[in-house]
C-alpha cells in the first residue's frame, strides 16, 4: 500500500453484521506486555538465581528449613509428581506430532503453563514452528503479509513498514494475546472472553451494564470532521479504532466512518503533542459587530509542516494502517470462530436431547449425572459435531448409570419423605398434647408414640407415594385419629397397671381394693386409680431429672411419668423419637419423700377418696408449717412434694389456720420461682432487678430471736397486704433483695442452692405473674360483686 507524505488513510471499517456476536472483556492494557510477561516470568523461573550470596563475594547462605518433607505444600507436591512425569522425557519430534492433534494454540498455552520444564521447551527458538501450524490450523491472520509504503510527492516510494511488528517471530504472544483472558476494563472482575477489540485494546465482561459505561470513555468520527481543528482531524489518522461499532449498543453503521470510535484519552493524548507543528503568535483583526471599533486580539495558527514533521506522520500514520488491516482481518476471524462454535453448540444439543427423547430418558439426568455430561462437554472444546456413532456406542454406559442414579434418587426421595412424615407426626402429637385437658387423655413419650401400631402406619413410604399427607390422614372423625386416641387409651391403661405394682400405698383407703381388682373395675370418678391421686409420685432411677412441668415438686406424677423421656448419656440431643434410653416403668420408683407428706396432707384434709382435680385445688388452697425446719416455714400447699426432699422422712408438717396466716409474712404464689427463673422476657428482667424481696429464714429467726417484737411491726402480713397502694417498709433487722442477690444470700447464709418459693416473701406482689394477675382479678371481681349487692340492698 503507498502512503503519501501529505495525506494517509486507512482502510474504511468494516460494516457491523446483523448476526449478533458476543464479545470478551478485561482490562486495557498493552497485548505484548500481558502475553509476554506472563510467559517470560514463567520461563525465567527455570533458572532460578539465588539471591542469599553476600554482597561481596563471600559464602552464600542458606535459610534454615522448619517444615520437612511430609508438610510440603501441594503446589510443591504436584511440582514434584510432574517432574517424574515420563511425559518430560519425549523427544521433540514425537512431542510436536502430540501437540498437533489439539485444537488451537490455546490449548498449547495451557500445555506450556502446567510446567516450568514444558515452559522452557515450548517458549524455545526450535519449537516456533508448532506454533505456526497450529496458527494455520485455525486460520489465524498471518502478521507478516500486511505492509504499507511511503512515497514522496513525487510519488516514488521511500520506506515501507513489512508486517505487525509486535508479533513477528512471537507466536506465543500472538497466541496469548488472541486466546487469553484478561480483566474487565470496567468492574475488573476475570473474564476469559477475547479481546472485544483488538485494536484499541478493549475488553469487558458479559455483564450488559459494562458494555454501556465503557461507552463513555470512546469518542465517534463523523462527515462532519472538517469542523474540527487540523490538530484533532490528525490525531484521528494517527490512531487505532473499533474495528466495528457493533460492540456497542444503539449503534449502527449508516454513515460512512461510524467505524471511527476511538478511545478518548488516546485521541487527547495525540491533539496535545506538538510534534508536527510550530505554533507560532500572529495579530488578526476582529471585529465587534456591537461596536465599530477594531479590536485586535492575538491567536495561535499552524505553520506549515516541515519536511521531518511530514515523514514522521507518514510514518506513524503508516504503522496505524497496518495495524488497521491486521485488526480487521483479526476482529472477522474471531466473529466467525464464534458463530462456529455456537453452531457446534446447537446442533450437539439438539442431536443430545433428541436422543434421550428417543430413549425416553430424562435429558438434564443425562447430562448432568452421567458420563454423557462430559462427553458433551469436551466435544464443545474439541469443536466437534456429536454424532449418531457416538450414541450407539455410549448407551450401554449411560444405561447403566442412569439406572445407579435413579436408584440413589429415590432412596434420598424415601428418606426425605420419612422425614416429612415424622415432622407431620410431631405435629400431630402437640395437637393431641395442647388438648390433653380437653380430652383428658395422657400421652406416652415420642419415641413410644412412634411405635404405635396406627402411628406406623403413618410412617410406611407408601403413604407419601399415594399422595396422601399425614395431616389428612388425622383429621378429626377420621378412622386413622380414632384409631390412634383408642392405642393411646390401652397404653395408658397398661402403664397404670406397671405403675401401680412400685407404690405402696398406706392410710385410710389405700388397700380397699387388691392391685388385680383395678383391672375388673370401671373407671369411678368417685373412686380414682392409685396412681392418679395426689399422694402418687415417682422419680426415674436412669436419669433422675424432670420435665419443666413438674420442675416446681422435682418428681413426677403420673401424667409426668408417661411423658418423660430420659436424658442421653453423652448428654447430646438425637434427633426425635430417636433416644439410646427406652422408656419402661421399670426405669421409675416411688418418691419417697413426697408420698408421705402428701399422704399426711390429704388424711389431714379428709380427701383421700376425693377425685384427683378436686383433691388437688383442695391443696393449694391451703397453707402448712414445716415442723421439720427450724424455726417452722410456712409452705403452700402445692410446694409441699417439692419442700419434702429438703428433709428425711418422717416430714412432720401441720395446717396453718387464719390466725397464723394473719401474722405471717404473705407468701408467694405458687411457682413464682419457675416463671422467675425459667421465663426469658423482659417483664421477668423487671422484677427481677427490683429489690422487692425478703428471706423467709432471717424473719423466721428474728421472730424466735425476739418474741417481744410484734411481727406486724416487722414485716408486711396478710391484712397489710389487702391495701395493694400500700408500699411495705423493711424492718431495721432486715433487707430488701433483687432476686439474684436474694439467691446469694440464701446459698451463703443459709446453705439452701436452690430457691424455691416458700423461702422468701414479697414487700410487693408481683403483678406481672399470672397467678397473681388471676388472683387480683378475682378479687376485684368479688369486690365489685359485694358492690353491687350493697346498692340494691340500699
Not at 77 to 96: D, K
Not at 110 to 121: E, M, N, P
Not at 295 to 318: G, W, Y
Not at 527 to 541: F, G, I, M, Y
Request: neutral net charge.
Amino acid at each position: 500500500m503507498l502512503i503519501d507524505a501529505s495525506s494517509v488513510d486507512f482502510p474504511t471499517p468494516i460494516e457491523p453484521s446483523d448476526s449478533k456476536t458476543t464479545v470478551n472483556a478485561s482490562h486495557f492494557h498493552d497485548a505484548h506486555r500481558e502475553c509476554t510477561d506472563r510467559l517470560d516470568s514463567t520461563a525465567s523461573a527455570v533458572n532460578p538465581v539465588s539471591t542469599h550470596a553476600d554482597v561481596n563475594g563471600g559464602r552464600a547462605t542458606k535459610k534454615p528449613r522448619f517444615s520437612s518433607l511430609e508438610f510440603e505444600t501441594e503446589a510443591r507436591q504436584l511440582e514434584a509428581a510432574v517432574q517424574h512425569s515420563s511425559f518430560l522425557e519425549l523427544p521433540l519430534e514425537i512431542l510436536a506430532e502430540i501437540l498437533l492433534q489439539t485444537v488451537s494454540p490455546a490449548d498449547l498455552l495451557s500445555v506450556a503453563r502446567t510446567c516450568k520444564a514444558l515452559c522452557a521447551q515450548l517458549l524455545s527458538p526450535g519449537t516456533q514452528f508448532i506454533w505456526k501450524k497450529m496458527r494455520a490450523v485455525v486460520g489465524l491472520p498471518e502478521p507478516g503479509v500486511y505492509h504499507a509504503d511511503i512515497a514522496d510527492a513525487g510519488g516514488k516510494v521511500v520506506m515501507g513498514v513489512r508486517g505487525v511488528q509486535r508479533f513477528l517471530g512471537r507466536e506465543v504472544a500472538y497466541a496469548a494475546f488472541v486466546f487469553d483472558g484478561g480483566l474487565c476494563e470496567n468492574c475488573g472482575q476475570y473474564t476469559d472472553k477475547m479481546y472485544a477489540s483488538y485494536s484499541v485494546n478493549l475488553r469487558v465482561c458479559s455483564s450488559p451494564i459494562c458494555i454501556v459505561q465503557i461507552q463513555a470513555k470512546f469518542q465517534q468520527q463523523y462527515n462532519d470532521s472538517d469542523k474540527w481543528s487540523s490538530e484533532r482531524a490528525l490525531a484521528w489518522r494517527r490512531i487505532p479504532v473499533v474495528e466495528s461499532v457493533a460492540i456497542f449498543p444503539d449503534h449502527s453503521g449508516h454513515w460512512p466512518f461510524e467505524g471511527r470510535m476511538a478511545r478518548l484519552s488516546l485521541l487527547n493524548e495525540e491533539t496535545q503533542r506538538e510534534l508536527e507543528y510550530e505554533p507560532a503568535e500572529v495579530e488578526k483583526p476582529r471585529y465587534n459587530l456591537r461596536s465599530a471599533k477594531d479590536k485586535p486580539e492575538k491567536i495561535k495558527v499552524p505553520r506549515e509542516l516541515t519536511k521531518v514533521s511530514m515523514f514522521k506522520l507518514a510514518c506513524a500514520m503508516a504503522r496505524n494502517c497496518v495495524w488497521m488491516q491486521f485488526c480487521i482481518d483479526l476482529f472477522n476471524w474471531k466473529n466467525l470462530w464464534l458463530r462456529t462454535n455456537e453452531a457446534i453448540k446447537n446442533s450437539n444439543e439438539i442431536r443430545s436431547r433428541q436422543f434421550a427423547r428417543a430413549e425416553g430418558w430424562n435429558y438434564a439426568d443425562m447430562l448432568n449425572h452421567t458420563s454423557y455430561g462430559r462427553f458433551f462437554k469436551f466435544s464443545l472444546v474439541d469443536r466437534k459435531y456429536i454424532k449418531d456413532e457416538d450414541h450407539i456406542r455410549l448407551r450401554p454406559t449411560i444405561a447403566r448409570e442412569l439406572h445407579t442414579f435413579q436408584q440413589t434418587r429415590d432412596h434420598k426421595t424415601i428418606l426425605k419423605l420419612r422425614q416429612r412424615n415424622l415432622q407431620d407426626i410431631w405435629k400431630y402429637y402437640q395437637k393431641l398434647a395442647s388438648q390433653r385437658q380437653k380430652s383428658h387423655s395422657i400421652l406416652p413419650p415420642f419415641p413410644v408414640f412412634l411405635e404405635l401400631p396406627a402411628v406406623k402406619m403413618l410412617q410406611l413410604p407408601d403413604l407419601s407415594k399415594s399422595k396422601i399427607s399425614v395431616k389428612s390422614a388425622v383429621k378429626d372423625q377420621s378412622f386413622m385419629n380414632i384409631m390412634i386416641k383408642d392405642q393411646i387409651t390401652r397404653w395408658v391403661e397398661e402403664a397404670k397397671r406397671d405403675l401401680l405394682a412400685t407404690l405402696e400405698l398406706t392410710g385410710e383407703g389405700n388397700k380397699v381394693h387388691a392391685e388385680w381388682e383395678w383391672d375388673e373395675m370401671a373407671p369411678a370418678r368417685r373412686v380414682p386409680h392409685p396412681v392418679l391421686r395426689p399422694n402418687a409420685w415417682w422419680r426415674c432411677k436412669i436419669c433422675d431429672s424432670v420435665d419443666s412441668r413438674c420442675a416446681v415438686d422435682k418428681c413426677l406424677d403420673f401424667d409426668g411419668v408417661c411423658r418423660h423421656q430420659c436424658k442421653e448419656k453423652d448428654g447430646k440431643k438425637r434427633k426425635k423419637g430417636m433416644t439410646s434410653r427406652p422408656w419402661s416403668a421399670g426405669n421409675f420408683v416411688k418418691d419417697e419423700q413426697a408420698c408421705a407428706v402428701m399422704t399426711t396432707c390429704l388424711e389431714r384434709l379428709g380427701v383421700t377418696d376425693q377425685p384427683w382435680d378436686e383433691a388437688t385445688i383442695k391443696v393449694h388452697e391451703t397453707m402448712w408449717f414445716c415442723r421439720s425446719c427450724d424455726p417452722p416455714l410456712l409452705v403452700h400447699g402445692g410446694n409441699l412434694p417439692g419442700h419434702s426432699h429438703r428433709h428425711e422422712i418422717p416430714m412432720t408438717i401441720e395446717l396453718a389456720t387464719e390466725e397464723d396466716l394473719d401474722t405471717e409474712p404473705k407468701p408467694t404464689e405458687y411457682g413464682l420461682v419457675h416463671w422467675m427463673i425459667h421465663c426469658k422476657v423482659e417483664v421477668v428482667k423487671k422484677w427481677i432487678s427490683k429489690a422487692n424481696y425478703g428471706c423467709q429464714h432471717c424473719h423466721n429467726i428474728s421472730k424466735s430471736e425476739d418474741s417481744d417484737l410484734a411481727p406486724a411491726a416487722l414485716v408486711p402480713t396478710r391484712a397489710d397486704n389487702d391495701s395493694p397502694d400500700a408500699e411495705r417498709k423493711p424492718s431495721e433487722k432486715e433487707n430488701k433483695f433483687d432476686f439474684n442477690g436474694l439467691r446469694c444470700h440464701l446459698k451463703s447464709k443459709h446453705k439452701i442452692h436452690k430457691i424455691r418459693d416458700e423461702d422468701f416473701y414479697c414487700y410487693k406482689p408481683v403483678a406481672d405473674f399470672p397467678a397473681t394477675m388471676d388472683a387480683m382479678l378475682q378479687e376485684g371481681l368479688q369486690e365489685l360483686v359485694d358492690a353491687v349487692l350493697d346498692l340494691m340492698s340500699a
